[in-house]
């Protein structure tokens, strides 16, 4: 099963993993400490508490999304739109940060 994602999530990955892979190692660390750091802070105060805990069971735990749907008592598309609304959200913070 293969996930779509929109252009403008893409290119923001590819400048977000430029910033947090830079050449030099220590410039390295300290990116990556900031954009852990920030997305644990975008995660825990700007997320819903429904969007929280499946964005935790799904990219954190490794969850997948019938799972999630079977563990919560949700239907498997009611997970795929929350996945969604809080990435979109987390893209929106993040882009406000780095970019």
């Known amino acids: 099963m293969s996930r ?3 252009f403008n999530a893409m290119e923001f990955d590819s400048k977000l993993s ?3 892979f830079s050449e030099d190692e220590e410039e390295c660390t ?3 400490e900031k ?3 920030i997305m644990a802070r975008i ?3 700007d ?10 069971l799904y990219y954190y735990n490794g969850k997948g999304v019938n799972e999630i749907a079977q563990i919560l008592k949700i239907c498997p598309s ?5 996945i969604k609304a809080a990435r979109n959200k987390i893209f929106k913070y993040m882009r406000y940060y780095f970019l």
């Open 47 to 56: 997320l819903t508490a429904r969007q929280r805990e499946i964005i935790v």
């Open 30 to 32: 300290e990116k990556r």
């Open 35 to 37: 954009i852990c750091k």
């Open 43 to 45: 995660i825990k105060n």
């Open 4 to 6: 779509r994602v929109s």
């Open 78 to 82: 009611s997970v795929s739109r929350t």
């Open 18 to 20: 430029t910033l947090a």
